[in-house]
Nanobody, 122 residues
Framework: QVQLVESGGGLVQPGGSLRLSCAASGSIFRINNMGWYRQAPGKERELVAGITSGGSPNYADFVKGRFTISGDNAKNTVDLQMNSLKPEDTAVYYC????????????????WGQGTQVTVSS
């Protein structure tokens, strides 16, 4: 019903930058919020940053001051600008969307992207 397509991962040296993008499509009546999570090998998936439909961002403490999340309601997209990357930022990054589906005036459905690998290494 809803598809999330991510792009922008890759290999970068410590201190470098990457920009992740995610586009949502399908039977979307309203996007309530979108965000980025990450999962490193052997660790649980964790929230990196989120943004509400009103544009209010929230960040995990470990990325504050380095990452910036932005959204475009008209395009159903969310981007994550990642600066000053560290080796410990290496993980698969997943886009997440909380949406209300077409045909409903309320309700929350969560969807995930397929993930994009970010590797920070010299």
């Amino acid at each position: 019903q809803v598809q999330l397509v991510e792009s922008g991962g890759g290999l970068v040296q410590p201190g470098g930058s990457l920009r992740l993008s995610c586009a949502a499509s399908g039977s979307i009546f309203r996007i309530n919020n979108m965000g980025w999570y990450r999962q490193a090998p052997g660790k649980e998936r964790e929230l990196v940053a989120g943004i509400t439909s009103g544009g209010s961002p929230n960040y995990a403490d470990f990325v504050k001051g380095r990452f910036t999340i932005s959204g475009d309601n008209a395009k159903n997209t969310v981007d994550l600008q990642m600066n000053s990357l560290k080796p410990e930022d290496t993980a698969v990054y997943y886009c997440n969307a909380d949406v209300t589906l077409v045909g409903y005036y309320s309700g929350h459905w969560r969807y995930w992207g397929q993930g994009t690998q970010v590797t920070v290494s010299s």
